[in-house]
């Protein structure tokens, strides 16, 4: 069966740090693949995606994030963190045979210190 | 344009009560999404909806858990009768027609359901 991995459950960094936050995932096909943030309080909102093309995608708010296809991993990336960071982000995977079916992971917890 | 709507935002019931949350989509959005998201945990996929022709419910307890889309536009997913377990957050989503590749989600707010 299909899944994702989020290895860091609670990330805490200081105002100004990088962000590298890890997701693997287990499918041997074409995937689409997803990064969603949720804000406290807010619904959940997608960061970046990356369907087809260049491997480095760029999102809102400065962060990216960059398919490895021998790795099976999207890891989220932003250069340098602000308070307003702090919130919950999942990565999440779509079976290119199954176009609308998207796969969460367990979120990690970004908690940025001013 | 609006997001996708959801009511009630918080519900608390007892066990072996019934509850039932509702979901309006983004307009012209052919796609709806019921999913399930326990603490600590991600969303999980309860249900899809094409229009109003179930597309995916294999991990809806449907011994307990029903839904529908009468019209291909609102939602309503039931629960009946609840337990401890089903304490979480029902978040609804949405998207236009998924060609493949194009499946980009919209979610709404959610509804807190606690089960006492």
């Known amino acids: 069966a299909q899944s994702v991995s989020q290895h860091n459950h609670h990330v805490i960094l200081s105002e100004a740090a990088s962000l590298e936050l890890g997701c693997n995932y287990s499918?041997?096909?074409?995937?689409?693949l997803f990064w969603y943030v949720q804000y406290p309080g807010q619904h959940l909102q997608l960061l970046l995606k990356?369907?087809?093309?260049?491997?480095l995608v760029k999102g809102i708010k400065g962060f990216e994030a960059e398919f490895i296809k021998s790795k099976f991993s999207f890891n989220l990336r932003k250069p340098s963190v602000q308070w307003s960071d702090t919130a919950e982000y999942f990565c999440?995977?779509?079976?290119?045979?199954?176009?609308?079916?998207?796969?969460f992971g367990s979120g990690t917890r970004l908690s940025i210190r001013p | 344009e609006a997001g996708v709507a959801q009511s009630p935002r918080y519900k608390i019931i007892e066990k072996r009560q019934s509850v039932a949350f509702w979901c309006n989509p983004i307009?012209?959005?052919?796609?709806l999404y019921w999913y399930q998201q326990i603490l600590g945990q991600g969303p999980k996929l309860l249900i899809q909806?094409?229009?109003?022709?179930?597309?995916?419910d294999s991990q809806l307890p449907k011994d307990r858990f029903s839904a529908e889309r009468l019209k291909g536009v609102d939602s309503t997913l039931k629960i009946q009768p609840a337990k401890l377990e089903d304490s979480a957050v029902y978040l609804c989503?949405?998207?236009?027609?998924?060609?493949?590749?194009?499946?980009?989600?919209?979610f709404g707010p959610g509804t807190r359901l606690t089960v006492l």
């Open positions: 989503a949405s998207s236009s027609f998924p060609g493949a590749g194009d499946n980009e989600q919209f």
């Open positions: 499918y041997g096909g074409t995937v689409n």
């Open positions: 990356y369907f087809s093309g260049d491997p």
């Open positions: 999440a995977v779509s079976p290119y045979s199954s176009a609308s079916k998207i796969i």
């Open positions: 307009s012209g959005h052919a796609t």
């Open positions: 909806f094409q229009n109003n022709g179930v597309v995916d």
